[in-house]
């Protein structure tokens, strides 16, 4: 691979102190470089001529800064960054940061960094990125196929230790609960900031490796919630690396499950939004294998329910009752009590199973069931979840429609946007566009006219 000066060539001081580090020569990384490279299925002939150049400042091309990572790491026992050799310009990724299963943990820590430093430069390829769908299924088998990771743990750097991983945790939570209170326009910002001044350094850092998972585990937690945010603020394909990002941090984590459940809320939610249904059965279908013998039956009740959606809307009516009966069956065999349940899934109640029914039914045209399980989704769902409630509000009015209900739905509809007037959900006002969708056709009634002009008046709030 040719090389390339840096924009302002410096000798590599990083690179030096790693070498010193591993008592290694320079010729004895080229080998170890070129060995690595071969297990890759790549023709590198380094020598220590090419290694006396990067130290003093040129940079190699493609894949090579991170193999050249990996056997400094093989060599010194652990994982070793490409920001610690002094090569992480973030060039070498460009504009496909975030949308690869990395093979490594180093190459995982690398990439979500990565990701989080160009989101927090607002880098135009991920603001204006579309959602590819198969990069959303490629993922999903990469993870069904990959062996869990033999040991995460990390010698450099400050040292992490269980307390930092609290920290994590209770800002994921507090910072959900905000989310689901004011939208995501209102603190997704704060989110990305954390994650990349904050989380970054503890992933660089020193731990051990069970440290080190329960670091992963929250860190994929706290990714995907700013995923979920992306979506929220109407940045479905910025949304799908951070997702994509979060199902590897689980891996690294041993958390099956929980990967598992980044692509059935996730991804399949994702893609159900984008309108790609056989994608959505694809994804849940591939948690529930994945998964298989790692979830409660809380879990697997939403494995079905994401299921299901796909096959709402591919219009297959007997296969989503027959995977909806089987996340009603699951759902009822948790119980109601969710403190054995991990914290990922605790949430997942009747309400959210109703939720999700609730849009199946609407998709398949039988207004009647919809109707009810939005009701009852709502009866279930507190104040604190006022996102999901004014959604579901919009679901119940978009079954309304579909019953010749125009004045009841325009009620409804009305209570709806009243509640997403206090939030900044791009999602909220997404669904509120696809009811004044479904009342076209009664366009002339007063009801309709004045439902318009209340909305138009009271000016739903788009995401900053």
């Avoid at 062996?147 to 609290?166: L, N």
């Avoid at 900031?193 to 350094?201: A, F, P």
């Avoid at 984590?253 to 990967?259: I, L, M, P, S």
């Avoid at 009701?375 to 978009?398: C, N």
Wanted: glycine residues 10%; aromatic residues 6%.
């Amino acid at each position: 691979m040719a090389a390339r000066p840096l924009v302002a060539r410096q000798p590599n001081e990083r690179l030096q102190a790693l070498i010193q580090e591993a008592a290694c020569s320079n010729a004895g990384l080229a080998r170890r470089v070129n060995m690595v490279g071969h297990e890759r299925g790549l023709d590198l002939r380094y020598d220590k001529t090419s290694v006396a150049r990067w130290l003093r400042g040129q940079q190699p091309r493609g894949r090579a800064p991170g193999i050249i990572a990996e056997a400094l790491g093989r060599k010194l026992g652990r994982t070793v960054t490409i920001d610690e050799i002094g090569m992480a310009n973030g060039k070498h990724l460009a504009s496909g940061v975030g949308l690869q299963f990395a093979p490594t943990v180093v190459g995982a820590i690398e990439q979500v960094c990565e990701l989080w430093r160009s989101d927090v430069g607002r880098r135009d390829f991920l603001t204006g990125s579309s959602v590819a769908s198969s990069a959303l299924v490629e993922p999903s088998r990469d993870w069904l196929i990959t062996g869990a990771d033999a040991a995460v743990e990390r010698s450099a750097g400050a040292r992490v230790g269980d307390s930092d991983v609290d920290a994590v945790e209770a800002m994921t939570s507090a910072l959900n609960n905000l989310d689901h209170r004011f939208g995501s326009g209102h603190v997704r910002p704060v989110v990305v900031h954390y994650l990349n001044s904050v989380v970054s350094g503890l992933l660089a850092g020193s731990y051990r490796d069970a440290v080190g998972r329960r670091l992963f585990a929250a860190v994929a937690r706290l990714t995907e919630l700013a995923g979920y945010m992306a979506v929220d603020t109407g940045q479905p394909g910025l949304a799908q690396r951070y997702y994509i990002q979060a199902l590897r941090l689980a891996q690294a984590a041993g958390d099956r499950g929980y990967g598992g459940y980044v692509l059935a809320a996730s991804m399949s939610h994702l893609a159900a939004q984008l309108g790609n249904p056989r994608e959505i059965a694809q994804l849940a279908r591939a948690a529930q294998e994945g998964a298989r013998g790692h979830v409660p039956e809380r879990a697997l009740a939403m494995f079905y329910a994401a299921e299901a959606r796909g096959h709402a809307l591919m219009g297959d009516s007997h296969m989503c009752q027959e995977v909806a009966n089987k996340a009603q069956t699951a759902l009822d065999r948790a119980g109601g009590d969710p403190a054995d349940d991990p914290d990922w899934i605790a949430h997942f109640d009747q309400a959210y199973l109703s939720d999700e029914l609730a849009h199946c039914y609407r998709d398949l045209g039988r207004p009647e069931a919809a109707a009810q399980h939005a009701r009852d989704a709502l009866d279930g769902h507190p104040p604190t979840r006022a996102r999901r409630r004014a959604i579901g509000m919009v679901v119940l009015a978009a079954a309304q429609v579909q019953q010749r209900e125009v004045e009841e739905a325009c009620r409804t509809g009305a209570e709806a946007a009243e509640l997403l007037g206090t939030l900044r959900s791009s999602r909220g006002t997404e669904y509120l566009d696809d009811l004044r969708v479904r009342l076209e056709p009664y366009g002339n009634e007063s009801a309709v006219r004045q439902f318009a002009a209340h909305v138009d008046g009271r000016g739903v709030r788009e995401p900053v």
